[in-house]
């Protein structure tokens, strides 16, 4: 990594405080004053600003239970952001992995890796995800083959990709889908004449919620899953 972006994985410092910062010769790799951002930060290296030892926060993947009543968006709502459920270090830089509604709960991915982020979301991806929806209604008779052709969204020219829908109970239903338009999941069963009274991610890819975490907790994904969930 750079020194420069190094400093600024680090600290606050913008790309062009850690600039001057480096020309006023405030910055030691293993002991020596290095000016220069564009040197290349090694694995051992000790790079230190003043005195202080330097470590990078690097890329995070995480986890979170999602709550009903916090919204993805980062700014401009009424509701609070699911940001503020997670403390830790320079939350700022992170973002979802997509978005669900302020009222739908479960899975949700976060991410200071957009890469990442673009592999999982991608349409050519094809990343299924799972969802728990109770129901208005029973569900129709033949619902199955219906997600199965594809639905015709309101709004839409174009159906969506075949879906599997398993009967939980008559009001209960759990759907796999591999897009994410718009409120998608409550527009299908909208139109099957159904309304979606809550909804519940269980599962991206194949990735399934920790049902050790509780309503708004969070925790690091393990390697394995940050490989799985983009191969």
Aim: charged fraction near 25%; aromatic fraction near 6%.
């Amino acid at each position: 990594m750079r020194l420069d972006k190094f400093l600024c994985e680090s600290t606050d410092l913008t790309r062009s405080l850690a600039r001057r910062v480096l020309s006023s010769g405030e910055v030691t790799v293993n002991g020596e004053v290095v000016d220069k951002g564009t040197y290349v930060v090694k694995e051992n290296d000790v790079v230190q600003w003043e005195g202080e030892t330097l470590s990078p926060v690097g890329l995070r993947y995480l986890m979170l239970n999602k709550p009903a009543g916090y919204e993805c968006v980062l700014k401009n709502s009424q509701y609070p952001s699911v940001m503020d459920l997670i403390d830790i270090e320079k939350r700022d830089r992170l973002h979802t992995v997509g978005r669900l509604d302020v009222d739908t709960t479960g899975l949700i991915l976060v991410t200071d890796d957009g890469q990442w982020t673009h592999r999982i979301i991608s349409p050519k991806h094809q990343c299924d995800k799972v969802y728990l929806a109770t129901l208005a209604e029973p569900l129709s008779d033949d619902a199955e083959q219906r997600f199965a052709e594809g639905i015709l969204l309101d709004g839409e020219t174009k159906p969506t990709l075949p879906a599997h829908v398993e009967r939980v109970s008559p009001t209960l239903a759990r759907l796999t889908i591999q897009e994410g338009k718009y409120h998608q999941v409550k527009r299908m069963f909208a139109a099957l004449g159904n309304l979606v009274t809550a909804l519940h991610r269980e599962r991206i890819g194949p990735v399934a919620l920790d049902t050790d975490l509780a309503p708004g907790e969070s925790r690091f994904l393990t390697a394995e899953e940050v490989k799985a969930l983009a191969p």
